[in-house]
């Protein structure tokens, strides 16, 4: 009966060893969460119309209603991209019968995005066949990039008609890196960024209207180029994406630029530089919008307004995925949400902090409206709507208040820091 006491402290402190060490995961799997979330806000507010995560067998767009499946030899391993959580998940393909379906179809008009995130288990040259990996196969009017037998990456627009970039072979297997492909028919314009940067660009252009099946790993039209490796987080676009959005979705990632990238110049395709810190707030963000006429330029107070409402936008796109629901004013300010949705919220109360707008967010349901209405002359008024999850219409009134008749903003973005945080 003496060793009873001691097996009884011995126990005792496993358990708590235990509780302590189940704790620290606990902490763990939050942050890295949180890392992959930044990552996901950075691509939803680009306003993708298809996006996959790519983490499990089959699952739904993070926008829109579209699905996914993994087919054949695919499967859902990890840990994926450097996307700054440890947790995060990858479509594993085998390079002979693994790929993975979507619902979404056509959907693309005069412009065009793709993106994924690719890690390759073997250079092509080796598999002697092609590694596709995104796009909407069709004869006579392309819209795919893949790697080729000489492992360099191309863009297909139109029947022939391609872009081509060719990294380094030695950086290219079990190696991540983050692909993204632009085409603009009407501006004549292709560009392909590799890990945030402009690698290759010309006037190339395409055919518009695309309409084939968007299919990751394989093509459904030109059989036979299953991809030999892992892909993540793929997405597409109705429009060409600036190279400042394409480097703001890299930067939210925590991988660094490859030695293939750096340097590397494909015309005047680089990011602008941020605008200098104005006003009470600690932001260098630059924001660039567009609406029917083309590109409107901002004044900074306008802007911080801009940057207000996509904020809000964020957090309410997190929470009609996560609640269901959206979130009143008053609570994406204080962040009370449910334990463990971890959803962000606002940084500033803007009717505190701004003193050029007054701000308003009527909320019902799952749809929402958010409102930036000047409080002097010569200074625009944006109006943000949203009635489901993924779709927001935003419009902007050069002589104040707007609302739903507005000029309606087509391409928009913002580089830098929002005003969203855990």
């Known amino acids: 009966m003496k060793g009873v006491p001691q097996m009884f402290i011995d126990l005792k402190w496993n358990r708590m060893a235990i509780a302590a060490l189940a704790a620290i995961a606990s902490l763990i799997c939050i942050a890295a969460h949180a890392a992959d979330a930044d990552f996901v806000a950075a691509v939803v507010s680009t306003h993708p119309i298809a996006y996959y995560r790519l983490d499990s067998a089959s699952g739904k767009s993070q926008v829109?209603?579209?699905?996914?499946?993994?087919?054949?030899?695919?499967?859902?391993?990890?840990p994926g991209a450097p996307l700054g959580g440890a947790s995060s998940s990858f479509a594993k393909l085998d390079g002979r019968s693994g790929y993975i379906t979507t619902t979404q179809a056509g959907g693309v008009g005069a412009a065009a995005s793709i993106m994924a995130w690719v890690n390759l288990a073997q250079l092509p040259s080796q598999a002697n066949h092609f590694f596709y990996v995104a796009g909407e196969s069709q004869s006579g009017n392309d819209l795919d990039v893949q790697f080729e037998n000489d492992n360099a990456l191309r863009f297909y627009t139109a029947a022939g008609g391609h872009l081509s970039y060719a990294p380094s072979p030695a950086t290219l297997v079990n190696q991540w890196h983050l692909i993204v492909a632009t085409l603009d028919t009407q501006t004549q314009t292709r560009v392909i960024y590799w890990d945030g940067k402009p690698v290759a660009t010309d006037k190339g252009s395409g055919r518009p209207g695309k309409t084939g099946l968007f299919s990751i790993g394989e093509s459904?039209?030109?059989?036979?180029?299953?991809?030999?490796?892992?892909?993540?987080?793929?997405?597409?676009?109705?429009?060409?994406?600036?190279?400042?959005?394409?480097?703001?979705?890299?930067?939210?990632?925590?991988?660094?630029?490859?030695?293939?990238?750096?340097?590397?110049?494909?015309?005047?395709?680089?990011?602008?530089?941020?605008?200098p810190t104005t006003g009470p707030f600690a932001t260098k963000a630059k924001v660039e919008i567009e609406d029917a006429k083309g590109p409107v330029q901002l004044k900074r107070e306008e802007q911080i307004a801009y940057i207000f409402l996509s904020s809000?936008?964020?957090?309410?796109?997190?929470?009609?995925?996560?609640?269901?629901?959206?979130?009143?004013?008053?609570q994406i300010l204080s962040g009370a949400y449910p334990t463990g949705t971890h959803i962000e919220h606002l940084k500033f109360d803007p009717n505190?902090?701004?003193?050029?707008?007054?701000?308003?967010?009527?909320?019902?349901?799952?749809?929402?409206?958010a409102h930036a209405n000047p409080k002097k002359p010569g200074l625009a008024g944006f109006c943000f709507m949203s009635r489901d999850i993924g779709t927001t219409i935003a419009t902007i009134n050069?002589?104040?208040?707007?609302?739903?008749?507005?000029?309606?903003?087509?391409?928009?973005?913002?580089?830098?820091?929002?005003?969203a945080t855990q």
Not at 64 to 78: E, F, H, I
Not at 253 to 269: I, L, M, N, R, Y
Not at 312 to 330: G, K, S
């Open 398 to 419: 050069p002589a104040g208040v707007a609302g739903w008749t507005s000029d309606e903003l087509g391409n928009r973005g913002t580089e830098g820091d929002s005003f």
């Open 352 to 369: 505190r902090t701004d003193p050029n707008y007054t701000y308003t967010l009527a909320t019902n349901g799952m749809a929402w409206e």
């Open 64 to 78: 829109g209603a579209t699905t996914y499946k993994l087919v054949g030899g695919a499967t859902s391993n990890s």
């Open 220 to 275: 459904p039209v030109f059989t036979g180029r299953f991809f030999n490796g892992g892909i993540q987080d793929a997405a597409l676009w109705n429009r060409a994406l600036k190279a400042t959005e394409v480097a703001a979705i890299y930067a939210a990632s925590s991988a660094k630029p490859s030695p293939a990238a750096e340097g590397s110049s494909a015309s005047s395709a680089g990011p602008s530089v941020p605008m």
């Open 312 to 330: 809000m936008e964020l957090i309410e796109h997190d929470c009609q995925l996560t609640l269901q629901h959206v979130c009143p004013m008053a």
